[in-house]
């Protein structure tokens, strides 16, 4: 079964989402809409709604009721897409302008602002309480993230822990709670919600690892802006904490890298050769294959119907990816 | 009856709000939690709890459930002051240095929608989805008015209406829904809830203004801040669109002082003097005092209770402060 295949069975019930997404985003505003129809535009994988509806099969499905969780969960990762543009001074995202680069910071941070507001109003749709705390909660944890990543830039003595919860905070509690809310939306029973919570989290580990390790052997072709993009930002990922522990010579090159990363920027290739001659890239493929394999174990206590397939699917294709 | 005596009558309950608001910004990190505790302490007058109080006496009050609407109500206010100093460059608020002079933009962006998502989390408290689709919907409004506002810096040829709409946006709504949501989690009757929006509204409208004239006529030591800064911002506020309809070399002095603020900044008080001489302030308090007037009409429909007095009294306080 190939990932567009499972996509296919659910264009119907994806491009219903759109809809709902573009809606969200028409404000009476002219500024404001543009800048937003342009991020959707931009597209991606949707892969946060396509978790939801996936994960709402372990239920009753009903996508009249499921879009107001699919798009809110979209319109949070895409408020936290714009956000980040205002800090990374990124150019490009996804090969596209971003809206910094054509507005200004200011009006992108509003404008993050109306989209997680909107993404809170859209899911008041369902009376149950429990859902808008899973969702606000989510958007606190991702703010949490994002501080955390601040904070712990051009750090080297930052462990693997501090790693992992950063990476969960800013990814994998999103997709995590993607699988979740499918489930509640759907009504299924609540063993069930958590499994399907916990499979995400495991995904989204292996997700954003597997990120953090394209941004060292991916090329700007496939990546969409040049390699090395993390530690050009002062921001140290799995690969990089690996090779400056296990090799002084690369901590002391990166740890004078980061004195002057201006000055220094022409040195990044040689820095992304240092670490690739180690074993810092197997190292983090391999834990990143250790949460894809808690993901598929998470899978087996799931009822067998077809869905658990796709899911598998999906978790392979993410955690696999090589770009 | 004085101000001081109707905060002394809510002494208890308003600290209740105060340890929840401490309790709500107490996350495990430690810079977001110093800055959000800082803004915390910067304090204020609580405005908007009191007015979640004051409404909530004409339905049946309780606040160990009113705190859970009261303080998110704060906390959304607070949050769009984080974000308004990333966006200010503002030095000074209240007369204490903001989050962004001592940390960074990043972390105060971050922290204001960490504090935006803790606002709608808290609320979640009550099962009623129409609370939290007013409290998001009502930061949505803010964002739009926040970005309206950038949209018309510097804009000459903008008329009342524009004017009117965005302090609506940026300040009256808040207002109006903290009366309203004071209502609905009272269980107060749909025409209590509808009557104390209307209200609030109008409180709020004449707030704004009242504070855009302080902005001509407050002293430094008044505003905590010299004043003309929202001339100096770019920013057009009644009195100048007044001034500058009514006198073309008021306009055209603006224009040119808008050229160039940074290289004209010693012209402010030329200007400012300049509009004070006409009768653009007296215009202003005119309008102001109307929507006062609509306040106070508005609460003759309530049931009469010593409430309403107290909600006069702070209307009116509100309406015709001097700083």
Same mark, same amino acid.
């Given at each position: ?40 535009? #931009? ?7 396509? *978790? ?37 001074? #990124? ?27 909107? #993404? ?39 462990? +693997? ?10 990814? #994998? ?25 916990? +499979? ?15 941004? *060292? ?107």
């Amino acid at each position: 079964m190939k990932l567009a295949e499972i996509y296919m069975q659910f264009q119907a019930d994806i491009e219903m989402i759109e809809n709902e997404l573009e809606e969200n985003v028409q404000a009476e505003h002219d500024v404001l809409t543009d800048a937003s129809i342009q991020l959707l535009k #931009a597209g991606g994988k949707r892969i946060r709604p396509v *978790f939801v509806l996936l994960a709402a099969r372990f239920g009753s499905y009903d996508i009249e009721s499921l879009k107001h969780i699919a798009a809110p969960l979209e319109l949070i990762h895409m408020g936290s897409l714009v956000h980040d543009d205002v800090i990374d001074d #990124a150019d490009l995202r996804r090969g596209k302008k971003t809206i910094k680069s054509q507005w200004d910071n200011r009006v992108a941070m509003y404008t993050g602002d109306f989209i997680f507001g909107k #993404a809170l109003e859209t899911s008041t749709y369902f009376d149950n309480p429990k859902i808008h705390q899973i969702l606000s909660n989510a958007m606190m944890e991702m703010c949490l993230g994002e501080i955390e990543q601040i904070r712990d830039q051009y750090n080297l003595n930052q462990n +693997f822990r501090v790693y992992l919860r950063r990476i969960k905070r800013k990814t #994998a509690l999103l997709i995590a709670v993607s699988c979740q809310l499918g489930a509640i939306a759907a009504k299924a029973n609540t063993y069930i919600q958590n499994q399907l919570y916990q +499979f995400g989290y495991y995904v989204g580990m292996s997700f954003q690892i597997t990120d953090d390790i394209l941004d *060292f052997v991916g090329t700007e072709k496939q990546l969409g802006k040049p390699a090395g993009g993390d530690l050009l930002q002062g921001n140290v990922t799995l690969p990089a904490l690996y090779a400056m522990h296990h090799h002084t010579d690369i901590r002391r090159k990166i740890d004078l890298f980061f004195q002057d990363i201006e000055e220094n920027a022409d040195q990044i290739n040689d820095i992304l050769a240092m670490i690739k001659n180690t074993d810092a890239i197997s190292y983090s493929i391999k834990i990143s294959d250790q949460y894809l394999q808690k993901a598929y174990e998470t899978l087996e206590t799931l009822p067998n119907q077809k869905e658990k397939r796709y899911l598998y699917e999906i978790a392979s294709y993410i955690g696999k990816r090589k770009f």
